[in-house]
T-cell receptor, first 112, second 118 residues
């Protein structure tokens, strides 16, 4: 999602449905990408990562897709649960020291 | 996974005073630590990269004399906000990683420090 002033893009999802969160990254030389989940007042929590030589990676209930042609990353959450409500950030690693550049973030709200 | 601990989790200070935030890697040695700042409803913005035993590298626009970073050991980095003002009120987050390994070594994040300057 793109940053729009002080308002995070919001994705409302019904419990049990699948969620798709999108992210555009900026550096075509980035070789490693990570999705983080951040709950209110807490630090980011690692969800899943993917290297630039892959286009898909699956975890438990989550899948990350990478399209290097258009510099796009997505996170799919299967069977979304109330505990999935949080802000989700994508991040790209921009140097070998591990410096991360974060995307704008998407607020996911799971409704019953 | 590895644990990174920040202290304090919340701090309120008076304008003009200095505040120190600690970031510790509890079960691994962190050669590199990063400090981020996050304003409400916004993303994490990298402030600086610190490597153990050397000076921190600050991002453009971050005042190094205002945000003092010390990484004196492989398990501890500190961020000192000097002469704090209300506009410095923010959520400060550190992360730590091991070594200089390309190809998938994740960074571990602390729980963040909420700084309020009154």
């Amino acid at each position: 999602g793109e940053s729009v002033g002080l308002h995070l893009p919001t994705l409302s999802v019904q419990e049990g449905d699948n969620s798709i969160i999108n992210c555009a990254y900026s550096n075509s030389a980035s070789d490693y990408f990570i999705w983080y989940k951040q709950e209110s007042g807490k630090g980011p929590q690692f969800i899943i990562d993917i290297r630039s030589n892959m286009d898909k990676r699956q975890g438990q209930r989550v899948t990350v897709l990478l399209n290097k042609t258009v510099k796009h990353l997505s996170l799919q959450i299967a069977a979304t649960q109330p505990g999935d409500s949080a802000v989700y950030f994508c991040a790209e690693r921009t140097d070998s020291w591990g410096k991360l550049q974060f995307g704008a973030g998407t607020q996911v709200v799971v409704t019953p | 996974g590895a644990v990174v601990s920040q202290h304090p989790s919340r701090v309120i200070c008076k304008s003009g005073t200095s505040v120190k935030i600690e970031c510790r890697s509890l079960d691994f040695q962190a050669t590199t630590m990063f400090w981020y700042r996050q304003f409400p409803k916004q993303s994490l913005m990298l402030m600086a990269t610190s490597n153990e035993g050397s000076k921190a590298t600050y991002e453009q626009g971050v005042e190094k004399d205002k945000f003092l970073i010390n990484h004196a050991s492989l398990t501890l980095s500190t961020l000192t906000v000097t002469s704090a003002h209300p506009e410095d009120s923010s959520f400060y987050i550190c992360s730590a990683r091991v070594g200089r390994v390309r190809g998938g070594t994740e960074a571990f994040f602390g729980q963040g420090t909420r700084l309020t300057v009154v």
